[in-house]
């Protein structure tokens, strides 16, 4: 049950697009179309922003995408707002009813 | 409205037990999985146990295993985790949270746990 890997921290400019990387294993990651995606602003609880891999949530922006290769899912949100800097954290289903989460990394709008 | 609210949290002694509580609201908590996922200060999101609608198959993270027991009233419609033996890194927030399309859909405020001496 090792944590998947993302970058610390990423940034962009307003209307800029970013992406955040999500490195497991083929146990989990590679193994499964289970990777989703929160958003945690400072003090709240995480929101779900993107499940099965690419798929938004009603109400979440078409601002944020999901995909995946191999084992290492990924992140995008395009034309970045202010209201995005946050804390981003992936999670994969690791099998035997077990997920793992990312590290997460602090996006910073500049 | 689906509404979780987690309570229970508070400071306990190393070796310490404390029970955390889950009531759910706008939903029948028999529906859903339901999981507790825990986020140390100033850390990340750690997951640590699901109940599964079932309300039999309970699954937990390694680092509590044979420690924390997840369990469900379903006349309640609370979800509870039970933590016997506590130590220093089990201090967190503990969030429990909803089990759709395998994801964490709804999420609680989260409770503090603190252990210390």
């Known amino acids: 049950q090792s944590a998947l890997t993302q970058p610390r921290s990423v940034s962009g400019s307003p209307g800029q697009s970013v992406t955040i990387s999500c490195t497991g294993t083929?146990?989990?990651?590679?193994?499964?179309?289970?990777v989703s995606w929160y958003q945690q602003h400072p003090g709240k609880a995480p929101q779900l922003i993107i499940s099965f891999v690419t798929q938004r949530p009603s109400g979440v922006p078409d601002r944020f995408s999901g995909s995946k290769s191999g084992n290492t899912a990924s992140l995008t949100i395009s034309g970045l707002q202010a209201e995005d800097e946050a804390d981003y954290y992936c999670c994969s289903f690791a099998g035997s009813y077990t997920w793992v989460f990312g590290g997460g990394t602090k996006l910073t709008v500049l | 409205e689906v509404q979780l609210v987690e309570s229970g949290g508070g400071l306990v002694q190393p070796g310490g037990s404390l029970r955390l509580s889950c009531a759910a609201s706008?939903?029948?908590?028999?529906?859903?999985?339901m999981h507790w996922v825990r986020q140390a200060p100033g850390k990340g999101l750690v997951w640590v146990s699901l109940?599964?609608?079932?309300?039999?198959?309970?699954t937990y993270a390694d680092s509590v295993k044979g420690r924390f027991t997840i369990s469900r009233d379903n006349a309640e419609n609370t979800v509870y985790l039970q933590m016997n033996s506590l130590r220093g890194e089990d201090t967190a927030v503990y969030y429990c949270?909803?089990?759709?399309?395998?994801?964490?859909?709804?999420w609680g405020q989260g409770t503090l746990v603190t252990v210390s001496s």
């Open positions: 949270a909803t089990d759709s399309r395998w994801s964490f859909t709804n």
């Open positions: 706008g939903f029948t908590v028999s529906t859903y999985g």
């Open positions: 109940i599964k609608s079932d309300g039999t198959t309970t």
């Open positions: 083929s146990s989990d990651v590679g193994g499964y179309n289970y």
